[in-house]
């Protein structure tokens, strides 16, 4: 398994930079997770729209799904268009997005394919196992497993419980630290921190821990500086265009 970091801004994309995006892939299938703002340029780099095989989708931000548009009209307005894409969602998270078009110009070009937090589906080579994380919109955490390695992601979250069983011995945390050391008094139920971000990482036995999701502006070393502080394994900051095998 391994992953393509697309993009990894929170909020809007920061010049020269996209947000969230990951390219995991395996055994030949291609899984875009989180096609947020500027992700499509960036993916196109890769691969051709057309040689996608599935999207999964944390929430409904655009910030983690507004690229699904271009995609799905790369995709549909081809001179050969695409089989239909299966998307995988929480129901009702895309229902903006896909109204962009008039009405019925990509049915052909998409599968939605909606689960509930908590379901465990296949998707291509990989189990999904599926959490119901706090932020201001429905959110499911993710948690990928092929061939015996584990992806855990958060999606955006503030601090809960079911963070230790999502990334319980991952081989690589993949965590949604929009701020460095603390995280303000109105956002604290919703969103975390990169010291926050360590503690999970500690209490699940993650293997490894990336950092995404930053507010725009956030120095990638204090970030980290901060996740170091209550976790003693890898930590580094996502960054466009790395590529991490796992395993």
Known sequence: MRMTVLGSCGAWPAAGRACSGYLVEDDGFRLLIDPGYATLPRLLQ?????????VLVSHGHPDH?????????ARALAPEPAPRLPVHALP?????VLALDRPGMLDDSLALRAFTAGARFEVGPFTVDTWALPHFVPNAGLR?????????YTGDTGPCRELADLARDADLFLAEATYADEVPAEDARYLSSARQAGEHATRAGAGRLMLTHLWPGTFAVRAEEAARG???GDVEVAREGETIRLG
Request: one cysteine or more.
């Open 230 to 232: 209550t976790y003693t």
């Open 46 to 54: 890769h691969a051709d729209a057309a040689d996608v095989d599935a």
């Open 144 to 152: 990928l497993t092929s061939d015996g390695r584990v992806l855990a």
């Open 92 to 96: 009702g998270a895309l229902d903006r």
């Open 65 to 73: 799904c507004a690229d699904l548009n271009p995609l799905l009209r």
